[in-house]
């Protein structure tokens, strides 16, 4: 038997709502919805399902329709509240000062809550490929010396983007 708990709450976007109080294991996933008590984001797309553990939130998703989120969850057993991303990535480079004796940009790519959702990396306006290992936050991209001419001032922008649309963009020249 489930149990189910209901608290307001003047911080979040919904009431915090109890859902079992020990964690409960779906085979597939299920579909949850939570009513918001507070529609005030212009941007519908900055809402999402969050887990409380004490302070901390644990970002779920979800989408937006007529004032109810809804997601996809693997289990229950926590509490679950409607909270908002507007926080854009943050993207530090990597020791800039070895790009040229590296030949490689190193990016790092860090975001709050909803995750990384898509990168892009270009060099004097044209696309380059950046690697990433997804037990690392670190973006590298190779220098390709058939592309990139050696003794030239190049200019390098990378911009990135999260689960609900908030985007950063950093932009260097580097010589190489």
């Known amino acids: 038997m489930f149990t189910l708990g209901k608290r307001q709450s003047v911080k979040y976007f919904s009431d915090i709502l109890r859902v079992n109080d020990e964690p409960v294991p779906f085979h597939n996933q299920g579909e949850m919805k939570i009513k918001l008590t507070k529609d005030t984001l212009v941007n519908k797309q900055q809402y999402g399902i969050v887990i409380l553990n004490g ?43 070895q790009w040229e004796k590296q030949s490689k940009i190193s990016i790092k790519l860090s975001d709050n809550k909803s995750g990384i959702k898509s990168y892009r990396g270009t060099i004097d306006g044209e696309f380059v490929l950046f690697e990433h290992d997804m037990k690392s936050p670190v973006y590298t991209y190779k220098f390709d010396s058939s592309r990139l ?19 950063s963009e950093y932009t260097s020249e580097f010589y190489y």
């Open 149 to 167: 001419k050696k003794g030239q001032k190049h200019k390098f922008v990378f911009i990135a983007t999260d689960g609900c649309g908030n985007t």
């Open 55 to 97: 302070a901390k939130e644990r970002w779920v998703g979800g989408v937006y329709s007529d004032g109810v989120i809804a997601a996809s969850v693997r289990q229950i057993g926590a509490e679950y509240t409607v909270s908002s991303d507007n926080v854009a990535p943050v993207i530090t480079a990597v020791q800039p000062q």
